[in-house]
């Protein structure tokens, strides 16, 4: 009998614990309006302990779980009539009564609007044909490429170009077509590998920029109801940060044929989307991407044709793009792409080579029109035909965005001089050893 009522006992008391599961509690609060107890609506609540913002129901109820041994928590509560941060201290009763201030407010001419995450991202797709340079134009970059192989860096490229956008808005949203003339280049030696090529990869770089090549993008619109969104704690009155990840990615590292082959479900992707609160202009994205690390590429076509000597496998992918704004419109400022592969030897089944192709590109200007010179010297590869010139040095170390210039020239210097002794023929890639 006494066995009996003391299983009663622990189960009314395991019952109305606060919810506790690996050192965490879940905590439900109401928000309530101190001066008439009247239930507060589809507040924004930031709770600062655990960075997390939660819209209240129309019950003015919202959850949020936190560390079990704490009771102080600190809120930001934005709603009409209602913009305070308050510390309140738990009680630990069901549900948590948060009582709050709230100024008395005329509604006649005033209308809330709530734009979730999901809501901000949509509407900026939307407006990119109005926001982003809608017309075609001239980029006056500078460009970079080189390789880590096996932890070594080496095959050094960089290029100052100009880039002709050929923008096209025709459709329902924005497109361009790009091409290059080279105004200067210059390159270290070219060390080769059985699975590396000497091409130069600006047009493919360029692809990854969703303002103009939306298509196949992260930003698809009919991709992103499948994401899962939040605000970044570092939003603030001039910029909507937004978290985001995806089951599936974009990332095709390098590889032309990546949706004929159905890599579908390689890989997930993680990022963050900066977006200007005034024109719901994109301003950043960050992208990371991660192979699952129990996929398997179908029907093994993930073979280097035409030997079939190795076989490769993702391994992940940053990608970022900033945009600045200008008189004619938002434009690509920076785009940085690295991704990282491993190669297997297909007869010994071990792996030889991993290997990141890097890829940075600034633009210092755009202009609707270019020097004379150039009028027929733009291609649609970037060709390894611009003269170097010495005093146009600076212009070229342009900032490293992954890796310090001097950890990838020490690795140069192993194979050549590197500084003044590049060497500049065009014929220089197709010779090298």
Known sequence: MKAGFLLVVAFFFFSFRPSVCHGQILVRCILINKSDSTLIRNALVHII??????????NGEFEFTRSSGTQMVTMAITAIGVKDRISYALTFENPEKVYVDVKATSLDDVTFQYLSP?????????????????????????YRQYQKQNGRFQNLFEANPIVMFQVSNARK???????????????????SSKVSDDKIHIGELLKENPIYHLDGSSLFPSKLSTYFFEFDSTSDDEEYRI??????????????????????????????????KSTFAFKSIDRRSFRYPD??????????????????????????????????????????????????????QKKTYVISDIYELTCDSISRKVDYVYVKN????????????????????????????????????????????????????????
Request: overall charge negative; cysteine-free.
């Open 118 to 142: 999901h809501d901000i991202v949509v509407k900026a797709v939307k407006l990119i044909p109005q926001n982003n340079v809608n017309k075609s134009y001239f980029g006056y970059s500078r």
């Open 243 to 276: 978290n985001y990840r995806s089951n599936y990615s974009s990332e095709i590292h390098g590889w032309e044929n990546y949706h004929l082959n159905d890599y579908h479900g390689e890989s997930y992707e993680v990022g963050k989307i900066v977006v200007d």
């Open 173 to 191: 949203y924005l497109s361009a077509h790009e091409s290059f003339a080279t105004r200067s280049n210059r390159q270290s030696q070219f060390r």
């Open 295 to 348: 996929y398997h590429y179908p029907k093994n076509n993930n073979f280097l044709h035409p030997n079939l000597k190795f076989y490769t496998e993702f391994v992940d992918a940053n990608l970022n793009i900033t945009f600045t704004k200008s008189e004619q419109g938002w434009y690509l400022k920076d785009i940085n792409h690295m991704y990282t592969m491993e190669f297997y030897d297909t007869y010994a």
């Open 378 to 433: 733009f291609f649609p590869k970037l060709l390894n035909n611009g003269a170097y010139d010495v005093m146009a040095e600076d212009e070229l170390n342009f900032p490293y965005y992954f890796f310090p210039k001097k950890v990838v020239w020490d690795d140069l210097r192993q194979d050549s001089q590197v500084g003044n002794d590049f060497f500049y023929p065009s014929n220089t890639r197709s010779q090298s050893k």
């Open 49 to 58: 302990d655990v960075n997390r913002q939660i819209v209240t129901n129309q």
